[in-house]
């Protein structure tokens, strides 16, 4: 089993050496609105070499640099891959002008109208479900009929939660997607976020690096950890915000 340890001990290993340093967002460089210990060191050592990589289903790249800018984390927008905007941009690519109801935040829906998709709950041609904060009983009512009719549907991702700076649930793209799956018994519905090597893929291609010259960290592997294995790339976990390092109760005074 792959050893859990903290952001500290990667930046004294080899790993920041890596052509490219891909890391996961929510539990390894934030939690909530904080900046986690040491994430500003990594961006310090790796400046260039560093990519966000994560399921986050709120943001656009330009969302989120802003964001994270306000933060103390200046990392251009060019170097962030999330799964919400990469989902968006592939149905707009796949479908173009097709009317999609898109469960999403007003990032996420701006971005679909701007790349030329009509956004339409009512008689929708496809259907795509992200961390929609205005998700409501209404719209899972009618997702489910959709859904259960036949209408193609995609999920951003499958996480359940992310973790708040106490280590607390934050219901994530998967939540919803559960429900909607206890709806409509039997349906499978496919995704493009972790734990598919989609965005590893894509952004080893932007950054013009192989899988053996980078280097992925984040803090769940049953995606993170997944998703670096079918891209051929080493991962390194790291433990959650509220969370002790494996070894860590051996440094507790008895």
């Not at 050893?3 to 939690?31: E, N, T």
């Not at 989902?87 to 030329?116: H, K, N």
């Not at 959709?146 to 649930?169: F, I, K, M, S, W």
């Not at 079918?230 to 002790?244: D, K, S, Y």
Request: hydrophobic share 50%; net charge negative.
């Amino acid at each position: 089993m792959t050893r859990a340890i903290g952001l500290l001990d990667f930046l004294s290993g080899h790993g920041p050496q890596k052509a490219a340093v891909m890391a996961d967002l929510d539990g390894c460089l934030i939690a909530g609105g904080q900046l986690l210990p040491h994430a500003a060191d990594l961006l310090t050592r790796c400046a260039d070499r560093l990519w966000i990589v994560s399921n986050n289903s709120t943001d656009t790249a330009d969302t989120l640099a802003a964001r994270l800018a306000r933060m103390g984390f200046a990392l251009p927008a060019w170097q962030i891959m999330l799964a919400g905007e990469q989902t968006i941009r592939r149905i707009a690519q796949d479908r173009p002008g097709q009317r999609i109801a898109v469960y999403a935040s007003e990032p996420l829906r701006a971005l679909a109208r701007q790349l030329g998709l009509i956004t339409d709950h009512i008689a929708p041609d496809g259907a795509i479900l992200a961390r929609a904060p205005d998700f409501c009983y209404a719209d899972l009512a009618r997702l489910a009929a959709q859904a259960a009719r036949g209408l193609p549907l995609v999920a951003t991702n499958p996480d359940l939660n992310h973790p708040d700076p106490e280590g607390h649930p934050v219901p994530e793209t998967g939540a919803l997607l559960a429900a909607l799956t206890a709806a409509v018994p039997g349906l499978v519905i496919p995704t493009l976020g972790k734990p598919q090597p989609d965005l590893l893929l894509q952004t080893l291609a932007r950054a013009g690096v192989a899988a053996a010259d980078a280097i992925f960290i984040g803090d769940t592997p049953e995606t993170d950890g997944a998703a670096a294995r079918a891209a051929g790339v080493e991962f390194v976990l790291l433990h959650r915000p509220g969370t002790l390092p494996l070894n860590a109760e051996e440094a507790l005074p008895c």
